[in-house]
């Protein structure tokens, strides 16, 4: 059985994952170790540097306890601190280096081979979408930056839309459906009746922002920069069994996510790989967790880039700590079966969500609120 | 020229008052800014959070931006205490933002995000197009407004959340910048007689035993079914660096306001097992939560035999 347990400023609590009920008789060793590491790392904060070293800390931590043959570390401070606040340019250059002293320090404290990928860079926002003329609002959110949904459309917003600047590509519900036949039911009904995606460094919704104004937004990158000391992959679908392989050779693998980093911060060599299916162009952050964790393309998730922030609130009843969703990728690189595996990082809710690997140790935090340490200890698997 | 919608009661002839939001405008205090948002989005009810009213709904959270007080801990502190650049106001007349409203799948409307005396007349105008459409309307408020602006704030809101960050002047003199608790407590007796409510205390800092239970006895001498939710908060603005609150140590204080008021709830920390509603007369769980973390609770599932118990009958306070 699955368990989650929270860490909240060394006040923990163990809760079944799939219900959220506490646990009475907690037998789960590998909890219990969990219990006793976290405390002694508290998470920093969202917008605080020493999250970068923090991820690297759990991350040692956790191999040297479970000894995983795949982990991935995600980090997502340099993304939410650029954000977020108005940075130099020396303190821009100074968390870029940061990362990357700690990617090396990771790297030569282990023993694990190493796919870096950089997610994309961070840029000026260039302008917010004028969505005035559409018969209601749109919906966004912070999962997917160039992508917007029109749910509740009325007649002449085919039209409007049509006339709108800034945006690179819309597909209408059905025409997405008739070009990927093979989405779940599930997918369709959720879609939007139209999902829109934003020229580069355009934005969609400043009103649900409560306020923050946004000091950069991410690069919309048609291709990654990757560094690894295996087989090179040309298309960000491809990692997954990269290194799966690199697995069966009995490698132990490390997948490093540098969210806020494309080629003008990478410190490693690097080539670059795909990061685009058909016309979907994978956004920094949970698409691409989910492209590597599952090596399945977008019409293929349980969820579409956009959903209804109704259907979203509506579906609470499983997994209710899982900030995201309800329903959760089976077929996922964390999910092998005879293999370790583990995941660690600062992106609240998408390291589980999206590895579902056997330890995910990452922050719990809500709109850079922070509310300590979560802790997954998967369905056990005698490896 | 003095405006009456908060108790600093500012002269506006002498420049911009305290919450820097009215104006005087052909001889009458005005909004400057009138009937604009900073903000809309749909979160569940509990998130704001309310209880007691409407368990389950979907709300459209509104606001603006400024507020008549300054917490040295304020969670929004961005809009309600400093001006950055590039936050602007966007117009929408009351009658888009019910559509918007009903579009989002919205039951309600509920002003928050910032203090609603900073903008009432605009709330007060958003209320009644809400109203006429069918939604309820509710608000979170600091409290610290006149008993005029209380009067039309009870008359005009469905249910009310009143913030009481303490008992004491001390506390609001040094951690608020107001000069008196007294007002709040004046109008939490006064609103609780208009409109449902239910008191916020939020805890950044490690409250004592007997001002919880002051606090309590405060309540329950209003009215012993109002819901008291004690909310932790991580320390953030000016107290960004202070020491978190002591969970295990508050819940020990939480069990024993319980005896108090019946309905306590601990929560803003992930994990809390203290947001559940439980029937005062079996213990049976009515209103079930989970609570996520920072920004309130989701809603599970609900046990009611309309507004009572199913397993011993007794009356429970919820609007449905």
């Known amino acids: 059985m699955a368990n989650i347990m929270l860490d909240v400023n060394g006040w923990q609590t163990v809760l079944n994952f799939e219900t959220g009920e506490p646990v009475e008789d907690l037998n789960d060793l590998i909890m219990e170790d969990m219990m006793k590491i976290t405390p002694a790392l508290p998470y920093p904060g969202d917008t605080n540097p020493e999250s970068v070293d923090w991820t690297v800390d759990v991350a040692l931590a956790v191999s040297d306890y479970y000894n995983p043959d795949f982990i991935m570390l995600a980090f997502s401070t340099q993304q939410i601190i650029k954000i977020n606040e108005q940075l130099t340019p020396e303190e821009s250059v100074a968390i870029n280096e940061r990362i990357f002293k700690q990617v090396t320090r990771f790297l030569e404290k282990t023993d694990y081979e190493a796919m870096v990928i950089g997610m994309g860079g961070m840029q000026d926002i260039k302008g917010v979408i004028d969505q005035s003329k559409l018969s209601t609002g749109l919906t966004s959110t912070m999962c997917a930056y160039h992508y917007a949904g029109l749910f509740m459309s009325r007649e002449n917003d085919a039209d409007v839309i049509k006339n709108m600047e800034h945006i690179k590509y819309a597909i209408t519900k059905d025409d997405f459906k008739a070009a990927h036949p093979e989405m779940k039911d599930a997918y369709y009904g959720m879609l939007p009746d139209y999902l829109l995606m934003s020229s580069d460094g355009y934005v969609f919704n400043e009103m649900g922002k409560r306020g923050i104004v946004h000091k950069k937004t991410p690069r919309m990158m048609h291709e990654l920069p990757v560094y690894t000391t295996l087989e090179r992959p040309n298309h960000i679908l491809e990692v997954r069994g990269i290194l799966e392989r690199a697995m069966d050779e009995g490698k132990k693998v490390a997948l490093i996510m540098l969210e806020g980093t494309g080629t003008e911060d990478f410190k490693f060599p690097y080539n670059m790989m795909g990061n685009q299916t058909e016309w979907f162009v994978h956004d920094q952050g949970l698409s691409q967790y989910l492209a590597v964790a599952t090596g399945k393309p977008f019409y293929n998730y349980d969820y579409p880039p956009i959903v209804n922030s109704v259907n979203y609130l509506n579906t609470s009843e499983k997994y209710p700590y899982s900030q995201h969703f309800s329903v959760l990728p089976e077929d996922t690189i964390g999910r092998r079966p005879d293999k370790r595996t583990a995941a660690v990082g600062t992106r609240s809710g998408f390291i589980h969500e999206t590895t579902m690997a056997d330890i995910c140790v990452e922050c719990h935090s809500r709109q850079l609120s922070m509310s300590g340490v979560f802790v997954l200890v998967n369905d056990p698997k005698d490896v | ?320």
């Open chain 2, 1 to 320: 020229m003095n405006c009456n919608y908060c108790e600093w009661r500012c002269d506006l002839s002498k420049g911009n008052g305290i919450c820097g939001r009215y104006i005087v405008s052909n001889g009458i205090i005005a909004e400057k800014e009138p009937m604009s948002w900073i903000s809309y989005y749909f979160y569940r009810i509990e998130e704001m959070p309310f209880f007691h009213a409407l368990p389950g709904a979907i709300v459209m959270q509104i606001g603006t931006k400024g507020c008549n007080a300054s917490c040295d801990y304020c969670v929004n502190a961005h809009i309600a205490i400093k001006e950055e650049p590039g936050q602007t106001l966007k117009p929408i007349t009351g009658k888009h933002l019910v559509q918007l409203a009903i579009d989002g799948g919205a039951g309600a409307v509920v002003f928050a995000i910032n203090e609603v005396t900073v903008f009432l007349p605009s709330a007060i105008e958003a209320a009644r197009a809400a109203h006429e459409a069918g939604l309820k309307v509710g608000c979170l408020t600091n409290g610290y407004l006149t008993e005029e602006s209380a009067n039309m704030l009870g008359n005009e809101m469905d249910f009310i959340n009143i913030s009481l960050k303490s008992i004491s002047d001390e506390f609001y003199q040094k951690n608020l910048g107001l000069p008196s608790v007294k007002p709040i407590l004046r109008n939490i007796k006064a609103l609780s007689k208009l409109a449902h409510i239910e008191v916020l205390t939020p805890i950044v800092h490690e409250i004592t035993h007997d001002e919880v239970l002051k606090i309590a006895y405060f309540i329950a001498d209003v009215d012993e079914n109002i819901p008291w939710h004690l909310f932790r908060l991580q320390p953030t603005y000016k107290r960004v660096d202070e020491n978190p609150l002591d969970i295990g140590a508050m819940i020990k204080i939480v069990e024993q306001a319980k005896k108090i008021l019946p309905f306590i709830y601990f929560g803003n920390f992930a994990g809390s097992q203290w947001v559940n509603t439980r029937c005062p007369g079996c213990g049976h769980v009515l209103v079930k939560r989970v609570c996520i973390g920072s920004c309130g609770s989701k809603f599970g599932s609900i046990d009611m035999d309309g507004n009572r118990c199913p397993k011993c009958g007794k009356n429970i306070p919820v609007i449905r």
